[in-house]
Each structure stands twice: as structure tokens, then as C-alpha cells.
């Protein structure tokens, strides 16, 4: 049965929360750098790995998110930034993945001087050909950055200019230890005036008042992990009965230090108490992970059952910023990979 649930022909799983800039395959870095001439402290992949993989002992967001500060002066590159993207759907289908949202901040990546839209237009052409190719679904989602409110505004101008291109959503990622969510609110705002779908990062390495803040004064339509729910019973309470989607991750919130073992994880309340929760992997590159070993980790650590990995998977598709028509087609594909043909 779990072969079967994870058997590689298998287009069985549904990705929301994964950063394309957090899922960038160490051979690619090396390959960059060296076209790039960009000096790399090691020239081997298992050397590199240690730079662009977070250490055994990281527990802290912040020293989490310091990774990326080596790897994304790497990456300013369109050539680069298109590659990442297509490799990410190869990646992404050969764990069985059939449908999966990737964010990035253009911002970040065109801190060399690329145009912004040409970051955003690399992605899509990246994940339009990898789509093709490798037979997945894939979406952007654009990231605004707590510490930089004055790219806010510039995020939700992009993703309305490529919301036919297959930008479907904005987020709000980086620290939330250290910065609030009011910076972004007039930006959130114009993003929910223009129909735009919107996730943010909250209640994962600060308090569940940023899960609060996130819904009321950013418009929030999903959480990104929301673990310190379980501080806060009224919220909880008003999460599960709005059905509210919580995008949670396993490795990467060891490593954040936002939950201290598994045996404890909120995700395991979540899912007794019916919440509408999917699994993701964040950053798969920098955790040193990939979906399938988080499922695995659900069923071996978590004491989950493949039921219960199907109802994450069909959260995943139901909370997913696809267009109606669209996200009933994913359903519908998702039905038949999990029900005998003689059911259907
Ligand atoms: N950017 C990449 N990974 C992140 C995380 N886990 N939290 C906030 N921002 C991020
Ligand atoms: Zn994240």
C-alpha cells in the first residue's frame, strides 16, 4: 500500500508552500558560479552542499533564512533563474508531485540589475517549459519581504501584470521574529481590491497574534505554517470553523526552531481536530529534503495513515490559488490517481 502511495508513476501530491529560490539543486549552483566566474569557497557538490544546506543544529529562523544570503548573489541571473525553474518541475514530478505553487521575491532576484519582470517572466518561461516537459502543474506565487515594505507595493503590480502568465498570488515571507505585517497592509489591500489570492507567513518562528494580524489586516486567504495557533484557543477555534488552509512543513520548522520535535508538532492536533491542512516542504534545497520524505516523516513520525496524507492532499488541491474551473480539473485528475478505475 505505501509503495504504491509513493510509487514514482504516480502523480498523487499537491506542493502550496515551496520557495523556488529555497529548491535550487546544488549542481546548478556550481554550474552558475562557474559560467557566472563567480569564486565558490569549494568546487565539489558535497563541498558546496555544506554552504547551501542548513547546519545539523540550526533552530532559529534567522539563522535559517542566513543561508540564503550566500546562494542568492549566485542566482542573479536570467539564464540561471529560468533553469531553477524548469529543474524544479523535474524535481517536483519525480516525487509524484501533480499540481504545486512556487514563490519567489523578483526583488531578491534582481538585486544585479535584472529588470524585475524579466526575474518574473524567466520563471514562468522556466516553469511553462518544465510543465511541458515533465507533465506538472506549476504556478508562481510572488513574495513581498517583511523587511522591505517598499517592495511591497511593486510585488502587487507584477503579479497583476502576469496574473494570465501564471502568477496566481502574492505572500509575505522572511523574518517574522523581527518585523510586523502593518508595513504591508495598504499593499495587501490593493492586492485584495484587484482579486489577487494572498498567503502569508505567520505563527511560525513569531506568535500566534501575527496569525491574527495576518487575517485581519492583511486579508490573508491561507497561512503559511501557523503553528503557534495552538497558543491562542479563539483563534484556533475561528481557523477551523473558516476553513482557513494552513500550509505546514515538517523539516524546515525543526530547523526554524519553531516547533522542538516531531513528537510534539502542532500539525498532529490540526489533523485529529479536522483543520484544513496541507504538507510542503519550504525549502527543500536548504533543509536537504524533498515531499516525499516529508510524507514519509508524517507516516513513520507523526503516527499519520495514508488516509490521512490523501485529505492533506486534497486540502492542498481545494486550497489552492488555481482558478475555479481550473482547481476542479486538479480534483478531478486527483480522484481518479486515488480511486480503482472500476469506482469510477
Ligand atoms: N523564506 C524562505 N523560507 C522561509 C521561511 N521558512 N519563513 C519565512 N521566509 C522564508
Ligand atoms: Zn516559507
Redesign the pocket.
Known sequence: MITQWFGTRRKNKVELHL?L??AVRVETFLDVARRRGIELPTRTPEGLARYVRVAHDCRS?TQ??AT?DFFIPIIQDGEAIERIAYELCEDQARVGVRYFEARFSPQLLARDGLAVEEVVERVLVGLERGQRAFEVGARAIL?CM?HRPDWSMEVVRLAVRYREHGVVGIDL????SRFGAELHAEAYRAAREMGLHRTV?AG??GPAHNIREALDLLGAERI??GYRLVDDEELYARVREEDIPLEC?LT?SLQ?GSVPDLATHPVRRFVLDGLNVSLST??PS?SGIDLEHEYRLALSDLGFGLADLTRMVFNAARSSFLPPAEQRRLIAELKREYLPPDVL
Open positions: 520557495h529560490d529555497g529562523l535559517f533564512l540564503f513574495c517583511r515571507a522572511g523574518d517574522e507567513h511560525e518562528a503559511g505554517h512543513c524546515s526554524t519550504d525549502d536548504v
